[in-house]
């Protein structure tokens, strides 16, 4: 057991969250000293995520990482097809292996900061510190942040839906020109829906290099092969033949408005998707981790109790009845999403799903959809509050 010293805050896995609460806590001069453990499985950060988000084009904080940005979306379905400015913002990517080598290298050259490459078991909280468990050690800490999501938590509950938007990419190269490199291919739901929603997400890297990913927000994933059989032939319909694939990526991101928070505690608190940092209705992550990271290391200044840090808003309630329509009418996201890009403009859909809509934009959004679908749900949601 490890009874020489006591850190501050441990953290449990080193991804996106766990990289940005430290680099804020790096520039808050109350807690930059403070003894930090960062607990690891992986010791070899590749690119093992592409973080895609929207912003202002003059906002340069990511700059250094961004591989690509875009200054045009795509939406096309068998009722829409539209090809519009997203100014004044721009749609942009990120590697995640540039933004790793670069958050290890300053971890690696701050005295008080420890990285062990272990897997954590369990924890124990007492009124002052917590006890966290590894496979191989046991460590103690003012603080622990856990970012390994469990699906158990929300998989034995039937309180609140659960999708997954799940997904395979290829990167490849043409032979040809075949892509516009101004324009990302946001959603492309002409392809065959086999009762779930299903869609491209194409993301031009050049005239003839592209991520292309077959994407679902369903329950259940597919085997791998199905994912590739689709690609293939989206391909095919594009009059993409000669390609090679230079790297593949696939995952899962929980979509639900299961209240994760609910499990924090004084000294411990779920951060990132096993926190409920990802954006619900559409899979987000990367801009919601940003905003949380900073306002989590303001809260860690002037509050000790972390149970207190989240707080639940509108937008909590749009996700959850938005979901629980998509739950219930899979088959349906073609018809929603397309009738939102049809009768709402681009800008106040990135707003709304940045979260910083006004009430009237949000009435316009609701407006846009089928309303006695909708009207149906929320009497389901509040009869079940009530029993």
Not at 76 to 85: I, M, P, V
Not at 294 to 322: C, H, I, M, Q, T
């Amino acid at each position: 057991m490890n009874n020489e010293k006591q850190y501050t805050f441990i953290f449990a896995g080193a991804g996106a969250a766990t990289l940005q609460i430290l680099g804020n806590l790096l520039e808050c001069p109350q807690l930059s000293n403070a003894n930090i453990l960062i607990i690891e499985q992986d010791s070899q950060k590749k690119n093992d995520r592409t973080w895609c988000f929207w912003e202002p084009k003059e906002k340069m904080e990511w700059t250094p990482y961004v591989v690509k940005e875009w200054e045009k979306i795509q939406f096309s379905s068998s009722s829409l097809s539209l090809n519009k400015s997203l100014s004044p913002l721009t749609y942009k990517m990120i590697r995640s292996e540039a933004y790793y080598k670069t958050m290890h290298e300053r971890i690696r050259q701050h005295r008080s900061i420890d990285v062990v490459y272990d897997a954590v078991i369990g924890h124990h909280e007492e009124d002052e510190r917590v006890t966290v468990r590894t496979t191989n050690n046991t460590y103690l800490g003012t603080y622990f942040f856990n970012s390994v999501f469990d699906w158990g938590l929300v998989q034995n509950q039937k309180r609140y839906p659960v999708l997954q938007q799940h997904f395979v990419g290829w990167f490849i190269k043409t032979e040809l020109d075949h892509f516009d490199p101004t324009t990302a291919t946001f959603m492309d739901f002409c392809v065959p829906q086999l009762g779930n929603t299903r869609f491209m997400y194409v993301l031009p890297l050049s005239k003839n290099e592209a991520l292309v990913e077959y994407t679902l927000f369903s329950k259940d994933r597919l085997k791998r092969a199905s994912y590739e059989r689709e690609i293939r032939r989206y391909l095919n319909t594009k009059n993409i033949r000669n390609y090679t694939i230079s790297e593949t990526e696939e995952g899962s991101i929980p979509m639900t408005s299961y209240p994760f928070s609910k499990h924090n505690t004084k000294r411990v608190m779920h951060i990132g998707s096993a926190g409920g940092w990802t954006k619900a209705s559409t899979g987000f992550t990367f801009t919601f981790i940003e905003r949380k990271a900073a306002s989590l290391v303001l809260f860690l200044k002037e509050n000790k109790d972390l149970s207190l840090f989240e707080k639940r808003n509108r937008f909590w309630w749009y996700d959850l009845l938005f979901l629980d329509v998509l739950a219930r009418y899979n088959n349906k996201g073609t018809m929603l999403f397309s009738r939102l890009f049809e009768r709402t403009q681009l800008a106040t859909i990135f707003r709304f799903l940045d979260e910083k809509s006004s009430l009237g934009e949000e009435v316009r959004i609701m407006r846009s959809f089928p309303v006695g679908l909708f009207i149906m749900q929320l009497i389901r949601r509040l009869m079940r509050a009530f029993h």
